[in-house]
Every structure is written in C-alpha cells, then in structure tokens.
C-alpha cells in the first residue's frame, strides 16, 4: 500500500516522475494548422506550406527545393524510410541514428541563429517561447547564454 505521501504525488504529477517531464519536448506551433498570431507574423500569407502524415515542406512563394538565395542558401532534408523495421539486416540503426543526429544539431544550429536574430529585431522571450512551443523562462534558460 502507497503512502499518503506517494498518493499525493501521484496526483499532483499523475505519475510522471521528474525525468519523466524533463523529457517531454517542447512543441512548436503548426504551420500546417497555425493560431491566429502566427497567421498575423509579416510574411505568413507569402509562406507555402505543404504536408502529408510523413513530410513538411514550407517554402517562400516561388522559391523550391533548389532555390539559391543572395548570400547563400541553408537546407536541411533527412530521408528514410517512415517503417524503419525495412533496414534491418540492410542498415545498422546506428547509422541511421548517427545520421538523423547530425542534421539535428545542424537544426539546433540553426534556431540559436535565428533566436538570435528575433531577439534582435525587438522580440521578447515570451514570443521567442511561444514561436517554439516553451514558457518564456525555458527559452532564455536555454538561448540567453546566462547563468
């Protein structure tokens, strides 16, 4: 039988442990379905969004796959198979982690950029956390660069 210390918790974080909210990843709002203040962000109407249950594509109007842009053009673009059980015996799954792991970070790369650049431009920390789905206080613990 559980205290009632440990009935308590169990309620108050409905069974999640600690490490289990840490884990929990920050979800960005929707491009495909996006809220009223996303919609209003200069640029929005001129953004094409394309997406399936497997693959999200957002593009400026005109601009493709191959589009150079003056000053040069970043990209990222992972591909695998979505049924990963086809590579056994084929792949080693390491690979595929090792591969899909780097593009992260180069993601990763990328968003410290850009926090960079919306911080400034005048936006404040509670923008910057609702744009990727966090509290104010989470994005500048993770992007001020402060103690």
């Known amino acids: ?62 601009a493709t796959d191959s589009t150079e842009f003056p000053g040069g053009t970043w990209r990222v673009a992972v591909t695998m198979p979505a049924d990963l059980t086809i590579t056994k015996g084929q792949v080693d799954p390491l690979l595929l982690l090792v591969a899909l792991a780097n593009s992260a970070v180069n993601i990763e790369t990328k968003i410290d950029e850009l926090v960079g650049v919306s911080r400034a431009a005048g936006k404040t920390w509670t923008q910057v956390g ?7 206080q989470a994005a500048w613990e993770r992007f001020s660069g402060e103690d």
Do not use: C, H
């Open 1 to 62: 039988m559980t205290s009632s210390l440990e009935g308590r918790q169990e309620i108050l974080t409905r069974g999640r442990t600690v490490l289990d909210m840490n884990r929990v990843r920050p979800v960005p709002p929707s491009l495909v379905d996006p809220p009223g203040w996303l919609r209003s962000l200069e640029g929005f109407d001129s953004f094409a969004v394309v997406a399936d249950d497997r693959t999200l594509s957002a593009y400026p109007d005109g």
């Open 130 to 136: 609702q744009a990727l789905g966090m509290s104010k």
